[in-house]
Nanobody, 124 residues
Framework: QVQLVESGGGLVQAGGSLRLSCAAS???????????MGWYRQAPGKQRELVAR???????NYADSVKGRFTISRDSAKNTVYLQMNSLKPEDTAVYYC???????????????WGQGTQVTVSS
């Protein structure tokens, strides 16, 4: 079993920046089995959508809406994935969820782990 704890959400004005962190913890074997980690978001009334994913080799995948503004990175020694969000827009407002598991850097696996979510609000 793996636990994912997100941090770094908050309220920011349009054009501003935020950095989200997600730390994974659990048994050594469970952590060892993690391949890709990523971020998803869900705005009110909308479905959860991909923001960015990164695998253990550093390959990344971004949603078109965030390319050039957001950067995903990973510190394997700390079992932590980061999402640097720049040039934020009001439409980026959502609950951001961390994801980790055996999925690829394109898609999660059915048994992937999910965090509880952190709210990001961008005011205009």
């Amino acid at each position: 079993q793996v636990q994912l704890v997100e941090s770094g959400g908050g309220l920011v004005q349009a054009g501003g920046s935020l950095r989200l962190s997600c730390a994974a913890s659990g048994s050594s074997l469970s952590i060892f089995r993690l391949n890709a980690m990523g971020w998803y978001r869900q705005a009110p009334g909308k479905q959860r959508e991909l923001v960015a994913r990164i695998n253990s080799g550093g390959s990344t995948n971004y949603a078109d809406s965030v390319k050039g503004r957001f950067t995903i990175s990973r510190d394997s020694a700390k079992n932590t994935v980061y999402l640097q969000m720049n040039s934020l827009k009001p439409e980026d407002t959502a609950v951001y969820y961390c994801n980790a598991g055996s999925g690829s850097y394109f898609t999660p696996a059915p048994d992937d782990y999910w965090g509880q979510g952190t709210q990001v609000t961008v005011s205009s």
